[in-house]
Structures are given as structure tokens and as C-alpha cells.
């Protein structure tokens, strides 16, 4: 990664963490000159935040290459969780068929080490204070008196995001009504570990990596204040609900969340973009929150990256609203029910004993785990093909060359066009130069995470992200409209 004085660039970011790392990544690669400004001044995260992967982070990382970084030095599980209901996705036709637990400050380096071997400038220690936005571009102020001048500025400068605000982007929601203290300590009392239901509701102790430390996440009684809380709030807490506070000190982290949900109403505001947190916040049960923002910048990066090389026209970019908008508020909607169903009451009880019930049957349980998984993503790109719309399989293929696992084609971050009919039957010269197209024969099964097994189609038009945009049943119907649509018309000028 360089650190430099920075003047202009295509893309400037506002925030180098999950989402915004992502994000420089794919543009990069895509080849457009992209700076991120950051207000830490490394990557080290204080506390340990977001817990792990679920199986599309983990895919869209595997299209990319770099999965392997991320599952050496994490956990796989079978299951996901829905109100702490285990979900097994075990039967998934997947490679990435698991959880993989792995803490956020271990995510954000690794992520991080990625990007420092692409041309991505990033200035750390500098806070991104105001913009303004004319017709041809953005003028970006930083915290020490430095203007950047972009053509797209993009905000994942996480929650309380100042692009959102600046941008007078409404944030809809509902209020938080309950609060949680989170914090990383020692203790030198053997804490009672594991989950522990009262009246407040549930509370949890986890042993931390090297054993001495303990991750203790609390339901305060009433909501807690806007100020950050401190040891003695976690002490007095601990004793309320345990009856001692195990001699917890020297804490590394002591934070407060709550169930606030709010969704930004636009995504884009012209020349701004918002992604991940800085778009959409919630609680983090069912860990989605870091795994939805990566996923934003993988469908944001490529569109972005045609626009500024104007091989697309900026409408694109309103299909980024129009795909991620949804998603994020279907993980709203169920973070809300997963908090609703953590009430303690017996009303309450009664009614989460019956979605235990219903999720231990297979539909149910493999929609939720479709759902929570981001394996069922489906964008609606109209009527046709279970697969138009939906991730494409990492299928094994094979081509003239040997086999190939499909999405080692998607490394590069370009499009492809697979056809698995007869071998020069697809012909896409006007796009020859954006467009890869790959022969190859596949004789196995389609299946789909939730849906089960669909037709096999004759040919399938990959999007950068690994989506697929048309299905060939054999003809070239539709072909060139697609093309049109997703990779722009090949007769506009370009630089
Ligand atoms: C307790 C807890 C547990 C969680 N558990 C999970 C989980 O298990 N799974 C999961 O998927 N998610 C989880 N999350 C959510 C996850 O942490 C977030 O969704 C994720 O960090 C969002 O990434 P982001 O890059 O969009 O935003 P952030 O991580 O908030 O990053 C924003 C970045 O922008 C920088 N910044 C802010 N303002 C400016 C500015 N004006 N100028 C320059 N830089 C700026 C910040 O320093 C930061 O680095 C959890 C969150 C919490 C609090």
C-alpha cells in the first residue's frame, strides 16, 4: 500500500475498513486509479467486532483467489444460526458449504494484505470532513486541509457515516429499545462461561484467544446513553446479572451496541455511492453486517470501474441500489425478529419455541440457512432461468486446456461468457475485448443452494461479481441485449 500526498483520482473512498478495502480491491483490479482515506492509522481494529464469514463472502473471496488467506486462519462450522437455532448448511452444493469464524481484526489485515499488492493509494490518519459535487466530479476535503478531486466518491465510511449525512441521504429506521455492553477483559475469577438467560435477556462469556481474556456481551437494563460506557459500567453489570464481577480489568475494549435498524433511502446521490454499514446498520445477530458490505463492493466495483472507464453509462450504477437496497433490508427485517425473539418473557418463549420447531424441518431450515448464508441471493434481472440472477456454481469444467474450476475465470474480476455448447458456437466479437469467453463441456448436475437441481443451460453469461446475467438455451436469443445492458455498448467511445 502506498501513503502519499494525493490530488485526484477516479474513485476516492471515505473508510478502509471491510467494505471499503473490498472495494479498492475490485476497482483496482479492474484498473481504474482508486484512493481510499482512512481515519486510523493502521489497520489494527480495537475489539474484535464482526465473528465470521458466511459461505458467499467466502465464494466471492474464492472468485478472487484469495479464500485460502481467510480459511488458514479461521474455524469452519456446519451451521448458521437464527435466534442461536443451529441452521446446517453442511448439504448445500457448495465448496464453501460452513461458517468460517474468524474475528474481524484478523479479516481486516488479511483483506488488507490483498490490496497492498494492488495500485491502491491509501492515506491513513485522515478523516474525510466534507465534499462538494459538481456535474463532472466530487471536491473531497480531509481533515488536514487537503482537497482530492474524484469523479466518484464513495462512502463506507461505516454507521454514523458522514458521506450519508452529507449527502442529505435520509436514513429511515426504527430507534434502538435495547442495548448491549460488549468488552474484551481479564478477569482473575473463573467466569461462568457460556449464555446466560434472565429477565433482562441473554448474556454471554466467551474465552478469548489466549485464555486469560474473556469476550463478555451483556443486556443492559435499560437503554444505555449515547457516551461510551466504561469498566466500572461492565463491573456493575456483571454483578447484576452473576452476582460478581470475576475481577475483570485491563480491558482492551469496552463498546455499547443496540438494536437500531436504519437503511439508507438512496444509495446513490449522483456522484456519491454509499456501501456497506455507512448504507444500512442493524443488530449484528446473526453476524451479517460485515459479510452484506463486502458483498455491496463486489456488485459496486465492477459497475463503477465501466462507468469511470465510460465503457457503461452512470445509469449502471442504479442497478447497484436496485440489487443490494433489497438484500440489506431482508437482513434488517430478520435481525428485528431475531431481537424480538430474544425477549424474555414467557409470551415471548412460547413463540420461539415454535420457530424452533418449524426451523428443525428441512424447507425452513434450508430457506433460513439460504438466507443467512447469502448462497440464495437472487437479483431480479426478470423472468427466465432459475439461474438468471443467481450466483453462478464453481462447477469443475473442462476445457481445451485441461479442467478448470469455473470461478478460477473470475479471478481477474472480467466478465465471461461459458458456453458449453458446441466450442466457437458463441460469437461476441464487439465485446471481444471485455468479454472472455470460455468453451468447455460439463456433464454433471445443476444445483442451486434452497432451489435443488435446475436445467442445465447451453451457455452463461458470468458478471464480474459471479451473478449470472443471461442463459443460453442454445440460440444467441437475448445475447447481445445482455451484453449491452451489463457490459456496455461496445460503439461508445471510450478512454
Ligand atoms: C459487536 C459487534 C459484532 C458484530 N458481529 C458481526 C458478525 O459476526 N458478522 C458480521 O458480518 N458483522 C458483524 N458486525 C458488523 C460489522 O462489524 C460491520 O458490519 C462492519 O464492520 C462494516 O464494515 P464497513 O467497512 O462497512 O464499516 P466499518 O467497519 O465501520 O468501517 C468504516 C471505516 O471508515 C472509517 N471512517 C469513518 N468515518 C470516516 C471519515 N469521515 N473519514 C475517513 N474514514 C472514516 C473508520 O475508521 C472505519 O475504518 C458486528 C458489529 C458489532 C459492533
Same mark, same amino acid.
Given at each position: 500500500?502506498?501513503?502519499?500526498?494525493?490530488?485526484?483520482?477516479?474513485?476516492?473512498?471515505?473508510?478502509?475498513? *471491510?467494505?471499503?478495502?473490498?472495494?479498492?480491491?475490485?476497482?483496482?483490479?479492474?484498473?481504474?486509479?482508486?484512493?481510499?482515506?482512512?481515519?486510523?492509522?493502521?489497520?489494527?481494529?480495537? @475489539?474484535?467486532?464482526?465473528?465470521?464469514?458466511?459461505?458467499?463472502?467466502?465464494?466471492?473471496?474464492?472468485?478472487?483467489?484469495?479464500?485460502?488467506?481467510?480459511?488458514?486462519? @479461521?474455524?469452519?462450522?456446519?451451521?448458521?444460526s437464527f435466534n442461536r437455532i443451529p441452521l446446517d448448511l453442511s448439504d448445500f452444493p457448495t465448496r464453501h458449504n460452513y461458517l468460517l469464524a474468524l474475528r474481524q481484526n484478523h479479516f481486516?489485515?488479511?483483506?488488507?494484505?490483498?490490496?497492498?499488492?494492488?495500485?491502491?493509494?491509501?492515506?491513513?490518519?485522515?478523516?474525510?470532513?466534507?465534499?462538494?459535487?459538481?456535474?463532472?466530479?466530487?471536491? $473531497?476535503?480531509?481533515?488536514?486541509?487537503?482537497?482530492?478531486?474524484?469523479?466518484?466518491?464513495?462512502?463506507?465510511?461505516? @454507521?454514523?457515516?458522514?458521506?450519508?449525512?452529507?449527502?442529505?441521504?435520509?436514513?429511515?429506521?426504527?430507534?434502538?429499545?435495547?442495548?448491549?455492553?460488549?468488552?474484551?477483559?481479564?478477569?482473575?475469577?473463573?467466569?461462568?462461561?457460556?449464555?446466560?438467560?434472565?429477565?433482562?435477556?441473554?448474556?454471554?462469556?466467551?474465552?478469548?484467544?489466549?485464555?486469560?481474556?474473556?469476550?463478555?456481551?451483556?443486556?443492559?437494563?435499560?437503554?444505555?446513553?449515547?457516551?461510551?460506557?466504561?469498566?466500572?459500567?461492565?463491573?456493575?453489570?456483571?454483578?447484576?446479572?452473576?452476582?460478581?464481577?470475576?475481577?475483570?480489568?485491563?480491558?482492551?475494549?469496552?463498546?455499547?451496541?443496540?438494536?437500531?435498524?436504519?437503511?439508507?433511502?438512496?444509495?446513490?446521490?449522483?456522484?456519491?455511492?454509499?456501501?456497506?454499514?455507512?448504507?444500512?446498520?442493524?443488530?449484528?445477530?446473526?453476524?451479517?453486517?460485515?459479510?452484506? #458490505?463486502?458483498?455491496?463492493?463486489?456488485?459496486?466495483?465492477?459497475?463503477?470501474?465501466?462507468?469511470?472507464?465510460?465503457?457503461?453509462?452512470?445509469?449502471?450504477?442504479?442497478?447497484?441500489?436496485?440489487?443490494?437496497?433489497? $438484500?440489506?433490508?431482508?437482513?434488517?427485517?430478520?435481525?428485528?425478529?431475531? $431481537?424480538?425473539?430474544?425477549?424474555?418473557?414467557?409470551?415471548?418463549?412460547?413463540?420461539?419455541?415454535?420457530?424452533?420447531?418449524?426451523?428443525?424441518?428441512?424447507?425452513?431450515?434450508?430457506?433460513?440457512?439460504? %438466507?443467512?448464508? #447469502?448462497?440464495?441471493?437472487?437479483?431480479?434481472?426478470?423472468?427466465?432461468? =432459475?439461474?438468471?440472477?443467481?450466483?453462478?456454481?464453481?462447477?469443475?469444467?473442462?476445457?481445451?486446456?485441461?479442467?478448470?474450476?469455473?470461478?478460477?475465470?473470475?479471478? &481477474?474480476?472480467?466478465?465471461?461468457?461459458?458456453?458449453?455448447?458446441?466450442?466457437?458456437?458463441?460469437?461476441?466479437?464487439?465485446?471481444?475485448?471485455?468479454?472472455?469467453?470460455?468453451?468447455?463441456?460439463?456433464? @454433471?448436475?445443476?444445483?442451486?443452494?434452497?432451489?435443488?437441481?435446475? *436445467?442445465? =443451460?447451453?451457455?452463461?453469461?458470468?458478471? *464480474?461479481?459471479?451473478? $449470472?446475467?443471461?442463459?443460453?438455451?442454445?440460440?444467441? %436469443?437475448?445475447?447481445?441485449?445482455?451484453?449491452?445492458?451489463?457490459?456496455?455498448? =461496445?460503439?461508445?467511445? &471510450?478512454?
Amino acid at each position: 500500500m502506498l501513503t502519499v500526498a494525493m490530488t485526484g483520482h477516479a474513485v476516492v473512498i471515505a473508510g478502509g475498513g *471491510p467494505t471499503g478495502l473490498m472495494l479498492a480491491g475490485e476497482l483496482a483490479l479492474a484498473g481504474v486509479d482508486v484512493a481510499i482515506v482512512e481515519r486510523r492509522s493502521s489497520q489494527d481494529l480495537i @475489539g474484535s467486532r464482526a465473528g465470521g464469514l458466511h459461505a458467499r463472502t467466502i465464494e466471492v473471496l474464492d472468485q478472487r483467489g484469495i479464500a485460502d488467506r481467510f480459511l488458514s486462519r @479461521g474455524q469452519t462450522h456446519p451451521a448458521v444460526s437464527f435466534n442461536r437455532i443451529p441452521l446446517d448448511l453442511s448439504d448445500f452444493p457448495t465448496r464453501h458449504n460452513y461458517l468460517l469464524a474468524l474475528r474481524q481484526n484478523h479479516f481486516e489485515p488479511i483483506l488488507a494484505g490483498w490490496i497492498a499488492n494492488l495500485p491502491v493509494r491509501i492515506s491513513r490518519g485522515q478523516d474525510v470532513t466534507g465534499f462538494a459535487q459538481d456535474d463532472s466530479g466530487v471536491d $473531497v476535503e480531509l481533515s488536514d486541509g487537503q482537497r482530492l478531486r474524484a469523479e466518484y466518491l464513495v462512502g463506507c465510511d461505516g @454507521g454514523r457515516s458522514l458521506i450519508r449525512k452529507a449527502a442529505g441521504i435520509q436514513f429511515p429506521g426504527w430507534d434502538a429499545t435495547t442495548s448491549w455492553l460488549i468488552a474484551d477483559v481479564e478477569w482473575s475469577e473463573e467466569p461462568a462461561w457460556g449464555f446466560r438467560t434472565d429477565a433482562l435477556g441473554t448474556h454471554a462469556i466467551g474465552k478469548l484467544e489466549d485464555g486469560r481474556r474473556m469476550g463478555v456481551v451483556l443486556t443492559e437494563k435499560e437503554l444505555g446513553p449515547a457516551s461510551e460506557p466504561t469498566l466500572r459500567d461492565v463491573r456493575d453489570a456483571l454483578i447484576g446479572v452473576y452476582g460478581t464481577d470475576f475481577g475483570i480489568h485491563n480491558p482492551t475494549w469496552i463498546s455499547r451496541f443496540t438494536d437500531m435498524t436504519r437503511q439508507a433511502a438512496a444509495y446513490r446521490e449522483r456522484r456519491v455511492l454509499l456501501a456497506g454499514d455507512a448504507a444500512h446498520v442493524h443488530p449484528p445477530v446473526g453476524g451479517q453486517g460485515l459479510n452484506i #458490505g463486502v458483498q455491496d463492493a463486489v456488485n459496486l466495483g465492477w459497475k463503477l470501474a465501466q462507468v469511470v472507464k465510460q465503457t457503461s453509462p452512470a445509469s449502471l450504477l442504479d442497478t447497484y441500489h436496485a440489487e443490494r437496497h433489497p $438484500v440489506a433490508a431482508r437482513v434488517l427485517q430478520n435481525t428485528m425478529a431475531q $431481537v424480538a425473539l430474544r425477549r424474555p418473557d414467557d409470551r415471548t418463549k412460547a413463540m420461539g419455541d415454535y420457530v424452533a420447531e418449524l426451523l428443525r424441518m428441512d424447507e425452513p431450515r434450508r430457506r433460513l440457512a439460504g %438466507e443467512l448464508s #447469502g448462497l440464495d441471493i437472487h437479483y431480479d434481472l426478470g423472468a427466465g432461468h =432459475p439461474l438468471l440472477g443467481r450466483r453462478m456454481p464453481d462447477l469443475d469444467v473442462v476445457t481445451a486446456s485441461g479442467p478448470v474450476r469455473v470461478f478460477t475465470r473470475l479471478h &481477474r474480476a472480467r466478465p465471461v461468457l461459458l458456453n458449453l455448447g458446441k466450442p466457437g458456437d458463441l460469437t461476441i466479437a464487439p465485446w471481444a475485448d471485455r468479454v472472455q469467453v470460455v468453451d468447455a463441456a460439463y456433464t @454433471g448436475p445443476w444445483e442451486l443452494p434452497v432451489l435443488g437441481t435446475v *436445467p442445465a =443451460p447451453a451457455a452463461v453469461l458470468i458478471r *464480474p461479481d459471479g451473478y $449470472v446475467a443471461w442463459v443460453g438455451d442454445g440460440t444467441q %436469443e437475448g445475447l447481445v441485449e445482455a451484453l449491452t445492458t451489463w457490459f456496455g455498448d =461496445p460503439s461508445r467511445l &471510450r478512454r
